[in-house]
């Protein structure tokens, strides 16, 4: 039975692990703004190729994040079990695997940069820009099966204060690094935007080197992986991780693809409709990055709930959870209302970027709603271990988006506003098939 003490302790749980998620994503949020920021004052063509890059190396950090997270719900699941063993093992050949796999994405990323921006459709001078950052920024793949490896662990056990902390010092370094090396502080050379590439390596190492420290030195973990099991991978094992972790990666590929496209539609019209498009997105993403955290717990207490076998409690968290995100949207939506060109200017000096965002960020408080949908209650599915379905529906919203958005940017000029009215659509479809699958999955029987 379902009573209040029993929501009070869900609550707690949710709260106990959403928390360092949430204050990590808006750290790492606030470093990507910095960046953008610091290099928009400086020269506002940077925004454009930052935007640019941004897209390739988003789908190289989801296919390396779909290893991870097939890990992640199968970590949660034995821990809701009490399956340890087999807890420990996901994690010792996901460190494996995560680490071998990145080695090959840094090489494509440092050696050909310029190929991949050429492909983009950008500027000459935008696509020079771009690959200058894309070449140093490639060596923070380098380290990211590590990373993403603890992170697994430590989110699937429910352990999240340390990505906390980790977040929180790759930031704050990152801004030192930037505001040094991007304007040649203390006696550096002024590097610009190469500069941000290299200060965003530099602080994503220091970071990954605080979670080694902590997985090591922490006594609270009900199990640690050792090296003489990282050492000795088994396929079998990493099989059902990618097969529970894949259709996730795709998944975020398939949406980050469709951004690519998106971009280069964009690009097609000119270097202001591009900036004015990343601008846009990136200030979208302070709600998702709130509520973020809120669906990372949902999907690891999902999996504890299933893994022992409570299928209410399991639906309980995900209407928590979707109530809370919602909150949050609610507050973003009446300061992206009443607010807009004060909240732009944050970003940029640039008045007529402001003039042109504003009306466009006010449609976007519409969004926000569904897409809290699809992010909390496809976590939720994710606990489930139903990676497939997340992997369908959002094939089918890109492909929408991408074919709608075409017609309504060149057959009838919308511009953008055409894009985000398309994208306003694609999340509430996408939203009502979501939340139908986990409320009839999670109250059927298998």
Not at 24 to 33: D, G, M, P, R
Not at 159 to 165: E, L, Y
Not at 278 to 284: A, E, G, M, P, Y
Request: glycine share 8%; proline share 2%.
């Amino acid at each position: 039975m379902f009573n209040s003490q029993n929501k009070e302790k869900l609550k707690y749980k949710l709260f106990a692990i959403a928390t360092p998620i949430i204050v990590q994503n808006l750290v790492h949020y606030f470093q990507i703004q910095v960046d953008m920021a610091l290099l928009g004052q400086s020269n506002t063509q940077y925004l454009s190729a930052v935007g640019n890059v941004l897209f390739p190396y988003n789908i190289i950090l989801s296919f390396l994040t779909a290893l991870s997270a097939g890990a992640t719900v199968l970590i949660s699941h034995g821990v809701g079990s009490r399956s340890l063993t087999g807890a420990r093992r996901y994690s010792e050949v996901s460190f494996f695997f995560n680490i071998l796999v990145a080695l090959p994405f840094f090489l494509l990323l440092f050696f050909y940069s310029h190929t991949l921006m050429n492909w983009m459709g950008a500027s000459e001078q935008i696509n020079q820009y771009a690959t200058e950052y894309m070449k140093y920024l490639s060596f923070s793949i380098l380290f990211l099966g590590i990373e993403l490896s603890i992170v697994a662990i430590l989110q699937g056990v429910g352990k999240t204060r340390a990505i906390m902390v980790a977040a929180i010092i790759g930031t704050v370094s990152n801004v030192f690094f930037d505001w040094v090396l991007i304007y040649g502080r203390l006696g550096f050379p002024e590097l610009g935007i190469k500069g941000a590439g290299i200060a965003t390596s530099l602080a994503g190492f220091l970071g990954i080197a605080y979670l080694i420290f902590a997985l090591i030195s922490t006594q609270r973990l009900p199990f640690k992986p050792t090296l003489k099991g990282i050492f000795n991978p088994r396929w079998s094992i990493q099989k059902q991780n990618i097969i529970v972790g894949l259709p996730y990666g795709l998944e975020a590929m398939f949406w980050s693809l469709g951004q690519i496209v998106m971009i280069r539609m964009v690009n097609e019209i000119d270097d202001f409709s591009a900036g004015l498009y990343v601008l846009i997105t990136r200030i979208q993403a302070v709600t998702f990055f709130f509520y973020l955290g809120i669906a990372k717990a949902t999907m690891i207490l999902v999996g504890h709930e299933m893994g022992s076998g409570n299928r209410e409690r399991a639906l309980q968290v995900g209407f928590m959870s979707l109530k809370y995100a919602f909150a949050l949207c609610g507050i973003t939506a009446v300061v992206f209302l009443i607010y807009p060109e004060q909240l732009l200017s944050i970003f940029t000096s640039e008045q007529a970027l402001i003039k042109e965002s504003a009306p466009l960020l006010r449609i976007v408080a519409i969004t926000i709603f569904p897409v809290a949908v699809n992010v909390v209650i496809g976590n939720a599915i994710r606990g489930l271990k139903d990676t497939k379905w997340m992997f369908y529906t959002q094939s089918f919203g890109t492909i929408f988006v991408i074919s709608v958005s075409a017609t309504l940017l060149f057959a009838f000029h919308l511009g953008l506003k055409g894009i985000i009215i398309t994208m306003v659509f694609d999340e509430t479809i996408r939203a009502f098939l979501n939340y139908r699958r986990f409320t009839g999955y999670v109250s059927s029987k298998y």
